[in-house]
């Protein structure tokens, strides 16, 4: 396990919810995620405060997300997404997705402990046409002759979590609406592969659990998806001593975040390729903050709250980020550089409506010599520039997306470049 200052002997209960911490906050973010209602087969359950939903089937949205989105905090401005939690208990399901054309698009599979254990998409199975089958522990069934791919979940329980490029709000955002339309999930026999299932949870109570409610969710969550392969699981703990754990564990994670620098006052929280290990501690705290992050194969995000003096980005000022000649980022499809007001993690309201820059960006500017530099800055710096609108008189942060990075970035060699202020 990675050393801690406060955890570094953390006694069996706290130990106990350090390792199952994952699993009850992905239980929590399939009670908020998934459908009350289905297309066809109506409400899960007829009441309001039902803990029934659907499971099995997609979940869309059809815009990125802008200034006016609150409910997730340093959200993406490049992708929309497509949501769905599998329940593999029943049975394997069959994911159909349409010819993707040329388009950046990912489906990432969860396990239930967070690990990102595989992936449906452009980096790993292309984009043609193709049929992928999911299947729990123990299925010996047949593989039907048209499936492109077979996907072995090590617990009956996998979220998935989709990404697809758009490059407006318009026409290509139309075009994206047809896409998402066209994944769907069925059985074997063709039958919908939706069904309803009990989450036992309220996903909207961000608060940290009470020791008899995290004990059930645990345990349910237990019976379907074991501990990953090796680990060894304590569990449960004494009543007295689980109740004592749960707000220390919780709060700890929540101030100790430990991102890897990356020099010039980069950071990245997270790096994982496709399992956690028995870095148990990091992967709480993934889970306690990051929740939902796919492997860095797949993407990578550098963050930056400081300047190049070490002092906090604020708008009260003007920077630039200058990459040269030849060294902006190494990706095999796109990155970004998206803003972030730092009092509450949301895009910038601005008057040019731009909330993230990068290789897509229509108009941008490079210098005589071929180098790249981006104004981050609340005032409009005029033409000529490439400008991320910073907010007046505020901190901010920014995040460097890397979409299918390369070699460079995943061994940790790329040097990036500091902001400096102006």
Same mark, same amino acid.
């Given at each position: 396990?990675?050393?801690?200052? *406060?955890?570094?002997? /953390?006694?069996?209960?706290?130990?106990?919810?350090?390792?199952?911490?994952? #699993?009850?906050?992905?239980?929590?973010?399939?009670?908020?995620?998934?459908?009350?209602?289905?297309?066809?087969?109506?409400?899960?359950?007829?009441?309001?405060?039902?803990?029934?939903?659907?499971?099995?089937?997609?979940?869309?949205?059809?815009?990125?997300?802008? /200034?006016?989105?609150?409910?997730?905090?340093?959200?993406?401005?490049?992708?929309?997404?497509?949501?769905?939690?599998?329940?593999?208990?029943?049975?394997?399901?069959?994911?159909?997705?349409?010819?993707?054309?040329?388009?950046?698009?990912?489906?990432?599979?969860?396990?239930?402990?967070?690990?990102?254990?595989?992936?449906?998409?452009?980096?790993?199975?292309?984009?043609?046409?193709?049929?992928?089958?999911?299947?729990?522990?123990?299925?010996?069934?047949?593989?039907?002759?048209?499936?492109?791919?077979?996907?072995?979940?090590?617990?009956?329980?996998?979220?998935?979590?989709?990404?697809?490029?758009?490059?407006?709000?318009?026409?290509?955002?139309?075009?994206?609406?047809?896409?998402?339309?066209?994944?769907?999930?069925?059985?074997?026999?063709?039958?919908?592969?939706?069904?309803?299932?009990?989450?036992?949870?309220?996903?909207?109570?961000?608060?940290?659990?009470?020791?008899?409610?995290?004990?059930?969710?645990?345990?349910?969550?237990?019976?379907?998806?074991?501990?990953?392969?090796?680990?060894?699981?304590?569990?449960?703990?004494?009543?007295?001593?689980?109740?004592?754990?749960?707000?220390?564990?919780?709060?700890? #994670?929540?101030?100790?975040?430990?991102? *890897?620098?990356?020099?010039?006052?980069?950071?990245?929280?997270?790096?994982?390729?496709?399992?956690?290990?028995?870095?148990?501690?990091?992967?709480?705290?993934?889970?306690?903050?990051?929740?939902?992050?796919?492997?860095?194969?797949?993407?990578?995000?550098?963050?930056?709250?400081?300047?190049?003096?070490?002092?906090?980005?604020?708008?009260?000022?003007?920077?630039?980020?200058?990459?040269?000649?030849?060294?902006?980022?190494?990706?095999?499809?796109?990155?970004?550089?998206?803003?972030?007001?730092?009092?509450?993690?949301?895009?910038?309201?601005? /008057?040019?409506?731009?909330?993230?820059?990068?290789?897509?960006?229509?108009?941008?500017?490079?210098?005589?010599?071929?180098?790249?530099?981006?104004?981050?800055?609340?005032?409009?710096?005029?033409?000529?520039?490439?400008?991320?609108?910073?907010?007046?008189?505020?901190?901010?942060?920014?995040?460097?997306?890397?979409?299918?990075?390369?070699?460079?970035?995943?061994?940790?060699?790329?040097?990036?470049?500091?902001?400096?202020?102006?």
């Amino acid at each position: 396990m990675s050393p801690d200052t *406060h955890l570094v002997h /953390p006694d069996a209960a706290e130990q106990a919810v350090i390792q199952t911490l994952p #699993l009850f906050e992905m239980m929590r973010m399939r009670a908020a995620t998934t459908a009350r209602r289905h297309p066809q087969h109506g409400f899960a359950a007829p009441e309001r405060d039902s803990h029934w939903r659907w499971v099995n089937q997609f979940t869309h949205t059809h815009r990125r997300l802008g /200034p006016q989105d609150k409910e997730v905090v340093s959200p993406n401005n490049d992708t929309v997404y497509s949501n769905a939690w599998l329940d593999l208990s029943e049975g394997p399901v069959l994911i159909e997705s349409p010819d993707m054309g040329d388009r950046y698009w990912t489906l990432g599979l969860l396990d239930a402990w967070t690990n990102p254990f595989a992936y449906v998409g452009r980096r790993t199975t292309g984009n043609r046409p193709q049929r992928t089958l999911v299947h729990g522990p123990g299925w010996q069934g047949t593989v039907p002759p048209e499936v492109t791919q077979v996907i072995a979940a090590p617990g009956h329980d996998v979220w998935l979590i989709g990404r697809i490029l758009v490059e407006d709000d318009g026409p290509d955002a139309q075009q994206v609406q047809r896409l998402q339309a066209a994944l769907r999930m069925q059985r074997l026999d063709g039958s919908d592969a939706a069904m309803r299932v009990d989450t036992g949870i309220d996903g909207r109570d961000i608060r940290v659990p009470d020791a008899t409610t995290y004990r059930r969710v645990v345990d349910a969550a237990l019976a379907g998806n074991p501990p990953p392969e090796g680990e060894t699981l304590a569990w449960p703990p004494a009543c007295e001593a689980l109740a004592a754990a749960l707000p220390a564990v919780y709060e700890h #994670l929540r101030t100790a975040g430990q991102p *890897h620098d990356l020099g010039g006052g980069w950071a990245i929280p997270v790096m994982v390729r496709t399992h956690w290990g028995d870095d148990w501690l990091t992967r709480a705290r993934i889970a306690r903050n990051f929740i939902g992050a796919l492997g860095m194969d797949e993407a990578m995000y550098p963050t930056a709250e400081v300047d190049a003096d070490g002092s906090v980005l604020d708008g009260a000022h003007r920077y630039e980020l200058r990459f040269a000649p030849g060294c902006g980022p190494q990706v095999g499809a796109f990155w970004s550089l998206t803003m972030y007001r730092r009092s509450d993690c949301l895009f910038v309201a601005n /008057p040019i409506d731009r909330y993230s820059i990068g290789d897509r960006t229509p108009g941008l500017v490079h210098g005589p010599d071929g180098s790249l530099a981006i104004r981050l800055q609340a005032e409009d710096p005029g033409p000529g520039f490439n400008w991320l609108p910073a907010p007046a008189g505020e901190p901010f942060y920014v995040v460097l997306r890397l979409y299918q990075p390369q070699e460079a970035h995943l061994a940790l060699r790329f040097d990036y470049p500091p902001i400096r202020r102006l």
